[in-house]
């Protein structure tokens, strides 16, 4: 049973980095890709960036590109997003997806979530 727990989130400044995990303690061993995404208020979720199982693909939306970082540690069930130069349109509460069947860019081809983490960009 997968159970994603993300943490990491906070309140930064305009400019700062945050370092976001994610961790699916439901499985001992996960060879599935996993993925970010975020949702602000009022707007509907969008996809942020994604990972192969290996850690051989990685996959972002245009907004993010250049800035932020998937990884991930597939023997410890984890995957991070490493968030740099970060801007107000950034503010979201971001969640960790797992058991993607379909395009990876679409919340319904997502099977797991977690919870969320807050994020907060201050200009």
């Known amino acids: 049973q997968v159970q994603l727990v993300e943490s990491g989130g906070g309140l930064v400044q305009a400019g700062g980095s945050l370092r976001l995990t994610c961790v699916d303690s439901?499985?001992?061993?996960?060879?599935?890709?996993m993925g970010w995404f975020r949702q602000a208020p009022g707007k509907e979720r969008e996809f942020v960036a994604a990972?192969?199982?290996?850690?051989?693909?990685?996959f972002y939306a245009d907004s993010v590109k250049g800035r932020f970082t998937i990884s991930r540690d597939s023997a410890k069930n984890t995957v991070y997003l490493q968030m740099n130069s970060l801007k107000p349109g950034d503010t979201a509460l971001y969640y960790c997806?797992?058991?993607?069947?379909?395009?990876?860019?679409?919340?319904?081809?997502?099977?797991?979530w977690g919870q969320g983490t807050q994020v907060t960009v201050s200009s």
């Open positions: 997806a797992a058991d993607p069947e379909g395009d990876y860019k679409l919340p319904d081809a997502w099977g797991s």
């Open positions: 990972i192969t199982w290996s850690g051989g693909s990685t």
């Open positions: 439901g499985r001992t061993f996960s060879r599935d890709p």
